[in-house]
């Protein structure tokens, strides 16, 4: 007797949402009126054939336990990117400007340090690094990405080179149309850089599905700040993966607050002896948004170090969801790893998932995690109304403290700005309580 | 590296628990799952309708249900559920004089160790041999105060109301396709009743043996505590050591009803071929208090998430629990809170130690549910590691829709450390003192917990695994 079969057959799916996927000529096409080279179309294919053998994420996993992928699925693949962006000035000077249609703008120290900023692939060395940090194989959004981007960049600095002001990319997402934006940022052996993604505008029917891939030499040190600002009604699903080699140091600061949809996976693998990375990130989801964060260290050598500090303060109906993984392969003995996910409940209806894994596979280590949910203490709300304080800015000043920690581990030159980011954000908290 | 040199616990297993009796049984059923083993069962039993018919359906819900897609899919994917006994009856009826027993059952517990434990420390006692309760008792002033303490089976045919109203209420039969398999092929395990006020302050005992080769145990117990009642239930679990494997697949329901207190302890030793896949879960309401005391320490493979619902007021659960994997082992072992009234709250300990190539872990869920304000609820997790390919996994889900409560999340992974180690044999303690101090006081917060005579057999368990690791 064979095992037990069902005694049902399989429910009659719905429809398939996925969008088809393109075909070879499809692609070829599609690439050829970019202007792309053999290259380019060759890691297209690659990942077309990737995303014709991948599944939607199975909500089983814990990645996915919150968001529906559905709701995440561009409608057709291969739509050049819309070029109806509003280009939103940023506040402190900017080194690089970048937007569909738009072509780079470099300040003069930028250009003195030998940096490059191209559109991707238009640099013939991407392809020496494209693909390493986020696979086409790594997923169904990787593979999506990696056949359909729309607008690509390249940044590269070279061997022991510093660039001391912050590079900016400016992503504004158009309002109606689907952008698949995609980063390849190389910072060589004992360059160090500061990047600042920025993802702003939208609305309702905007989807952006965003790839960042860092890859670090050995000794080098790259800031990441990636900024979600987008406008209400907007959805978004981001993955950002840093790629570590030896004594490589990398910070990922994330400052997510907009969009009615949004899923930000950031992660770093920490591949050579001596790595360190750290990952912090502070979301304020309000109204009825729904914000899903996960972040990942993946420690493949050993002696290696990360941590990770995610805050979340939810108010009115919203939704903080957030996963995150530390993983400790055999090969990685002597590593430590940390992770702190703290959520403040400010609306009586606001939730807060959270799933802190760890997954260690050898003996060697120093571990721990924590995770919180709890309202704002009504002891402090007391403390600082009987110093004269008016109640809502006695909240605003303790959701401020909450995120400190965050902001203290913001790259120089651009904490002020997501400050006042978060002030603004706090201070629309401030009149909705 | 001198950790690497800790003996394996259950070292002696073979020795202690892993002889077998010679297969002697009065009925078994052929190997693989129909209805038509379902019927036999039921009919053999001479069940109500209600009940075979409840057998019937969850046969269908198991055969329709695929198996979980997460947790440890090598070995879940390895079960050959044809190639399973569901039904082995080795005596013609349960008895409740040690010396009706059959001869051969009699010697395994002795062996075991049961009538000496009964006589010294426990309140009443239940034998369970395959499929079949063998033997039980319970002390007569317990008796007369109205507390019942029988075999399922038994509790069945005797008390159908009480056994009818609750049966399945905590964990229906598609809950999962494990807690589906045992509704339909159920057989033995307790039923207890303590009625409104009383309080048993003696543990009540059962003891789960599998002798029979290729067998599958699915036992079914169900603890009501009414108003104000209190009980403490023991159970412990061994089986010989063949070399193919074996299936324990059973269904633990408590209900502990305003005011009542219900404490489960486990001590799981399975030998090393036995799946573990147990659905226990628990209903405390108003002011209710209930705690899982969960050791497993055997096994292949271990699935179990004891669960406590607080449904009621002010209810209150705990989980205090600890694993132990080594080579071949995968404990997969956790816990779960479900807040569903205001100010409950829950604490869950859970510890494990994974040795060599073993794998011992944490998945656990706590859930707020809306409008449950005053909710408290910590979780500790502590991972001991020894030798460079043990492997440890933590899996916890905090689902919070209320914003009125505190919730808690702390895990750590340490190894078993070469400093502590230096520092207590700089004390003048040997590496095996030492080794056996550290592991000692890693898992005290359990031994604390259980009755004396389980603790020292916990403890003398441990420092045998531990002592002589240095040559």
């Not at chain 1, 000043?397 to 920690?405: D, P």
């Amino acid at each position: 007797m064979a095992k037990p079969m069902s005694a049902t057959a399989p429910a009659v799916s719905p429809a398939d949402p996925r969008p088809a996927v393109p075909t070879s000529a499809g692609i070829t096409e599609f690439s050829r009126h970019r202007g792309e080279g053999a290259a380019a179309l060759q890691q297209r294919l690659h990942a077309a054939a990737a995303l014709a053998r991948a599944e939607l994420p199975d909500r089983v996993r814990h990645l996915w336990r919150y968001t529906d992928p559905v709701r995440l699925l561009p409608r057709r693949l291969l739509a050049p990117a819309p070029q109806d962006v509003v280009l939103d000035a940023p506040a402190v000077g900017p080194v690089v400007l970048v937007a569909p249609g738009q072509t780079p703008r470099l300040s003069a120290a930028a250009t003195a340090c030998g940096i490059t900023v191209a559109p991707l692939f238009a640099d013939a060395d991407a392809a020496e690094f494209y693909g390493q940090a986020v696979p086409a194989t790594a997923g169904y959004f990787e593979a999506l990405n990696g056949a359909a981007w729309n607008l690509g960049l390249s940044v590269r600095i070279p061997r022991g080179r510093h660039l001391a002001e912050p590079l900016r990319v400016l992503i504004p997402a158009p309002a109606g149309g689907d952008l698949l934006p995609r980063l390849l940022i190389v910072v060589e052996e004992s360059a160090s850089l500061t990047v600042v993604e920025e993802h702003y505008g939208g609305g309702a029917g905007g989807l952006v599905l965003g790839a960042t891939e860092i890859l670090a030499g050995a000794d080098a040190e790259v800031r990441h700040a990636l900024v979600q600002r987008w406008a209400d009604g907007q959805v978004g699903h981001l993955i950002q993966r840093a790629h570590l080699a030896r004594d490589a140091r990398f910070v990922g600061a994330t400052v997510s607050l907009g969009g009615d949809l949004a899923k930000l996976d950031l992660g770093a693998v920490l591949a050579g002896e001596g790595a360190r990375s750290e990952i912090v990130g502070v979301t304020l989801p309000r109204q009825r948004q729904h914000l899903d964060h996960h972040t990942l260290h993946r420690h493949t050598a050993g002696r290696t170090w990360s941590n990770i500090d995610f805050k979340a303060a939810v108010s009115d109906r919203a939704r903080s969801a957030y996963t995150g993984l530390i993983r400790i392969e055999k090969n990685a003995p002597g590593s430590e790893a940390y992770q702190e996910n703290r959520n403040l409940l400010l609306g009586e209806q606001a939730r807060a998932d959270t799933i802190p894994e760890l997954e260690i596979l050898t003996d060697e280590v120093s571990c721990s995690h924590g995770a919180t949910v709890a309202p704002v203490d009504p002891e402090q709300i007391h403390y600082l109304r009987s110093r004269g304080l008016p109640p809502e800015a006695a909240l605003y000043l303790i959701v401020r403290g909450f995120v400190e920690s965050v902001l203290a581990q913001t790259p120089d030159g651009v904490r002020e700005e997501l400050d006042a980011l978060i002030t603004a954000r706090l201070a629309g908290l401030r009149r909705a309580e | 590296m001198t950790t690497e040199r800790v003996r394996e616990l259950n070292l002696d297993y073979e020795q202690k628990y892993g002889f077998a009796d010679p297969e002697a049984f009065l009925h078994k059923s052929p190997k693989g799952l129909s209805h038509e083993t379902v019927e036999m069962i039921s009919r053999f039993k001479a069940e109500p309708d209600w009940m075979r018919e409840f057998r019937h359906r969850a046969l269908d819900t198991f055969l329709a249900k695929p198996l979980p897609h997460w947790g440890n899919q090598e070995l879940l994917g390895a079960i050959d559920f044809a190639d399973i006994h569901y039904y082995v009856r080795s005596t013609e009826e349960s008895v409740n004089d040690w010396d009706d027993v059959p001869e051969n059952i009699k010697r395994t517990f002795t062996r075991l160790g049961i009538p000496a434990a009964e006589q010294k420390f426990l309140a009443g006692v239940t034998a369970q041999y395959d499929s079949e309760v063998v033997y039980h008792s319970i002390r007569k002033d317990l008796e007369a105060m109205g507390v019942v303490f029988t075999d399922m089976d038994s509790g069945l045919a005797k008390h159908a109301d009480v056994v009818r109203r609750y049966w399945a209420s905590v964990i229906p039969p598609d809950d999962n396709k494990f807690a589906a398999l045992n509704s339909a092929v159920w057989s033995g395990g307790s039923f207890i009743y303590v009625p409104r006020g009383v309080k048993v302050e003696i543990p009540l005992q059962a003891y789960f043996r599998i002798n029979t080769q290729n067998m599958g145990q699915f036992e079914r117990t169900l603890i009501i505590a009414d108003e104000g009642a209190s009980v403490h239930y023991i159970e412990g679990c061994t089986a010989p050591v063949y070399t193919t494997n074996s299936l324990h697949a059973a269904v633990v329901e408590l209900i502990a009803l305003p005011g009542a207190r219900i404490r489960y302890t486990t001590i799981q030793n399975w030998s090393n071929n036995v799946y573990n896949l147990v659905t226990k879960r628990a209903h405390a309401h108003r002011d209710a208090v209930v705690e899982w005391v969960d050791g497993n320490l055997g096994s292949k493979l271990t699935m179990k998430y004891p669960a406590i619902y607080l449904l009621g007021e002010r209810a209150h659960g705990e989980v205090l629990s600890i694993a132990y994997a080594g080579t071949g082992q995968h404990q997969d072992a956790g816990a779960k809170m479900i807040h569903a009234a205001p100010n409950t709250s829950s604490r869950i300990i859970s510890k494990s130690i994974s040795k060599d190539a073993g794998r011992a872990g944490y998945r656990g869920m706590i859930k707020v549910q809306r409008d449950c304000p005053g909710c408290r609820t910590s979780v500790e997790c502590d991972a001991l590691l020894i030798g460079s390919a043990a492997r440890t996994d933590t899996y916890p889900t905090m689902e919070i829709a209320e914003n009125d409560v505190r919730v808690e999340h702390e895990a750590r992974v340490s190894k078993l450390g070469d400093e502590q180690l230096f520092y207590l044999q700089s004390r003048g303690l040997s590496a095996d003192q030492a080794r056996l101090m550290i592991v000692n006081g890693f898992i005290e917060p359990f031994v604390r917990e259980l009755p004396m005579e389980y603790a020292v057999e916990m403890n003398r368990l441990i420092e045998l695994e531990m002592e002589g690791s240095v040559g």
